[in-house]
């Protein structure tokens, strides 16, 4: 029986000593459906991509944890973000719209905006130190699925330029000042599954792996599944070829799956929304009125099953696209929700001669969830060292 803790959406705050840049600070980031992850010289973190304003600024009770995550604007008023904003999801919570949080067209809602600079900021933990004062530009390498690209660049872009000015309050320490300028011209957008390409080939010092050379010139197909969307990108003869992106799987679609079986077995309505507090205890509570009791229902056997069957959904789509892979030398398996399908995928496709099913982390013992970021954050730098311009 699966944890269903390994499908929740956490928080990581880690430092890091990650190689950089003399001629800029360099962030890479990925604002994902489920996560925001960030990486920068000095740290690599990520949290929920969710926020939610504070009622009329209340004030905490009781001692902040050390992935509580504040954000006050220029208007004063304080945002939760992350952890301590999902905690506040009911289980039959309506408020919080899937249209709201997972749609592609989320760019002008004030919660993405939230939740863009609180990442920035995580990736600047260490540019004024080191930079005495911050006279490096700032650089900031992110990316989109590879059917959204064209389309959506140009808000995102939008949306990420320009001067920002907040306030940043992490665990039990003060609040701090963020003053800021981001120059269109060093925003860098890629399409994500790259990134797990260019990470899958890279140390973590920027050098090739032994076998990176081998990998970027052999027939490669990307499996990048994440929580809204579950993309593809392929490398064939040395040359980029199809890429698809799938809007119906991911972990959103195990969970939409989840909450629909939960409901046709214990007639008990569970929001898609409130489903990541679920996802740490797993276990939910049905109410009956007429006793007026509840009974604690365990659902990690529903959500493993729904799991499985969105994977092998998954598996056919691709075998579909992609000729049931006969052409490809490796499968590169990355993504939170593609992390999780890991060893389903290479199972299945064990008795494929040639096919050599790995994963986006191979290189590094940085988790798979950061696969992409590291990837855009590898190649930001060393294209700068190298004195490259894309």
């Known amino acids: 029986m699966i944890n269903t803790k390994d499908f929740k959406t956490k928080t990581y705050l ?60 220029e208007d004063g008023v304080i945002w939760d973000v992350g952890e301590i904003a999902v905690g506040k999801i009911s289980q039959s919570d309506s408020s919080n719209s899937e249209e709201m949080l997972y749609s592609r067209n989320r760019y002008t809602n004030p919660m993405f905006l939230v939740i863009s600079r609180v990442g920035i900021a995580l990736g600047l933990q260490g540019y004024m ?13 992110t990316g989109l699925p590879p059917a959204y690209v064209k389309a959506d660049s140009k808000p995102l872009k939008n949306i990420l330029k320009g001067k920002h000015e907040f306030y940043l309050k992490i665990g039990k320490e003060t609040w701090k000042k963020y003053c800021f300028e981001l120059e269109e011209e060093n925003i860098w957008i890629m399409q994500q599954p790259l990134g797990s390409l260019l990470g899958a080939t890279l140390t973590d010092e920027g050098k090739q792996t032994p076998d990176g050379k081998d990998l970027m010139n052999k027939n490669v ?54 489903m990541q507090n679920i996802l740490s205890t797993g276990k939910i509570k049905k109410y009956d009125s007429e006793t007026v009791s509840t009974k604690t229902i365990e659902i990690a056997d529903i959500v493993e099953t729904c799991s499985y069957d969105i994977c092998m959904e998954a598996i056919k789509s691709i ?60 190649y930001r730098v060393t294209a700068l060292n190298s004195k490259k311009s894309a």
């Open 14 to 73: 880690k430092k890091g000593n990650n190689i950089g840049s003399n001629k800029a600070w360099v962030i890479a980031m990925d604002v994902g459906y489920s996560a925001v992850k960030i990486m920068s010289k000095t740290d690599i973190c990520s949290f929920p991509s969710f926020a939610i304003r504070r009622k009329d600024n209340t004030a905490s009770i009781g001692d902040a944890a050390p992935t509580d995550i504040q954000y006050k604007g």
């Open 129 to 141: 130190g080191e930079n005495a004062g911050g006279k490096k530009k700032i650089v900031l390498q």
């Open 221 to 274: 197909l990307i499996f990048d599944g994440g929580f809204g969307t579950l993309d593809t990108f392929e490398i064939i003869n040395r040359t980029i070829g199809s890429t698809q992106t799938f809007d119906h799987l991911g972990m959103k679609a195990i969970l939409h799956k989840a909450v629909n079986d939960i409901y046709n077995k214990y007639d008990e309505e569970i929001a898609v929304s409130a």
């Open 319 to 378: 075998r579909t696209i992609y000729n049931n892979l006969i052409e490809y030398d490796y499968l590169l398996v990355t993504g939170g929700t593609g992390d999780a399908w890991f060893s389903t995928v290479k199972n299945y496709f064990s008795k494929m001669e040639g096919l050599n099913v790995i994963a986006a982390n191979r290189a590094t013992t940085i988790p798979q969830i950061f696969s992409n970021v590291r990837g855009y954050y590898l």
